[in-house]
């Protein structure tokens, strides 16, 4: 079993930037992929990044590519989450998450077994 708690969320300006980290408990951290998923106000939760257990592999939503860059380092047992030129769009709250389960490169939720608290991401202009 692993814990996770997520911080870095807070208020930026539109084109700004901002770094999410994911700090987990347990010493089987590197036997997890690690995921950030987001949730807009009325929408569900979705997909914005992945990373496998070793970080050579990592896979983006369409709406995040070339912006957001996902990475983990696991002697810290922590994943991040930089957001370059942000936009209105990316006003959620941002969650990490961890799995054992195969995945493929546009998980869902429901295929991840452990979830940070969340954090608040706004973007404003």
């Known amino acids: 079993q692993v814990q996770l708690v997520g911080s870095g969320g807070g208020l930026v300006q539109a084109g700004g930037s901002l770094r999410l980290s994911c700090a987990a408990s347990g010493h089987t951290f590197g036997r997890y992929a690690m995921g950030w998923f987001r949730q807009a106000p009325g929408k569900e939760r979705e997909f914005v990044a992945l990373v496998n257990w070793t970080g050579n592999y990592k896979y983006y939503a369409d709406s995040v590519k070339g912006r957001f860059t996902i990475s983990r380092d696991n002697a810290k047992c922590t994943v991040y989450l930089q957001m370059n030129s942000q936009t209105s769009e990316d006003t959620a709250v941002y969650y990490c998450?961890?799995?054992?389960?195969?995945?493929?490169?546009?998980?869902?939720?429901?295929?991840?077994?452990?979830w940070g608290e969340g954090t608040q991401v706004t973007v404003y202009s």
């Open positions: 998450a961890a799995t054992e389960n195969p995945y493929n490169n546009h998980p869902l939720p429901n295929e991840f077994d452990y």
